[in-house]
């Protein structure tokens, strides 16, 4: 079964805006992470919610977890133009491996 | 900030032929992954090895892939004979637990088979 799938968005927007995008899962977690991938170059990783947890910040990162609704979403306050890459929500089911949704592509045009 | 490190950045090999994609983990980790973006896809989980061995893999791990951890350092993934759709950004990862913390990923290695 597919899980992370996020909304198959493409955001555009301007510097200093907030960027939110979501992802939904079908399966039960123990974690779900988020990763950066800028153009051509690896995964970076971003953040780590544990099933347990309901919110956490990271720097200009929120993610937010429902484990009722099965979804997260990411928000970036305050972007910037170096915030232009695709995002990607993996979970991790315990099963020593992740499951990728499908990227959302973000623009931050300066 | 320590790295993984994955050699070559790119590569390019006919149909059939055998290439070994290498990486470097980060040294105190101890679980290692492949996994593979075809482009415009998801990424996908290819292999997770631990204790040196495959802990799990994913149905696109048949028999023409195999990994390899030859030393303390290197862990490698052969695919033994390329098929034009393996063509694929192909990441390395390294975690220090299960469940804990998130991955370390590599820049990838682009392979495209002709």
């Known amino acids: 079964s597919q899980q992370g799938e996020e909304d198959p968005q493409a955001l555009s927007i301007q510097e200093g805006e907030n960027a939110t995008m979501n992802c939904s899962y079908k399966t039960s977690i123990n974690n779900l992470q988020w990763y950066r991938q800028n153009s051509g170059r690896g995964l970076v990783h971003l953040i780590l919610?544990?099933?347990?947890?309901r919110e956490k910040h990271s720097g200009r990162l929120r993610v937010t977890l429902d484990t009722s609704k099965k979804s997260s979403s990411l928000l970036i306050t305050a972007s910037r133009a170096a915030d232009t890459a695709s995002y990607f929500c993996a979970t991790d089911a315990g099963n020593n491996r992740l499951a990728f949704g499908k990227g959302n592509q973000v623009v931050v045009i300066p | 900030e320590p790295e993984v490190t994955q050699t070559p950045s790119h590569q390019v090999t006919q149909m059939g032929q055998e290439v070994i994609l290498r990486c470097v983990p980060i040294s105190n980790h101890l679980y290692f992954y492949w996994y593979r973006q075809i482009l415009g896809q998801k990424v996908e989980f290819l292999v997770s090895f631990y204790n040196n061995e495959i802990s799990e893999k994913s149905e696109i791990f048949d028999d023409q892939f195999s990994v390899e951890r030859p030393d303390g350092s290197n862990f490698t993934l052969k695919i033994r004979s390329t098929k034009l759709e393996d063509s694929a950004m192909y990441f390395c990862a390294s975690s220090a637990s299960i469940g804990q913390g998130g991955y370390t990923f590599g820049s990838g290695t682009r392979l495209t088979v002709v």
């Open positions: 919610i544990r099933s347990n947890e």
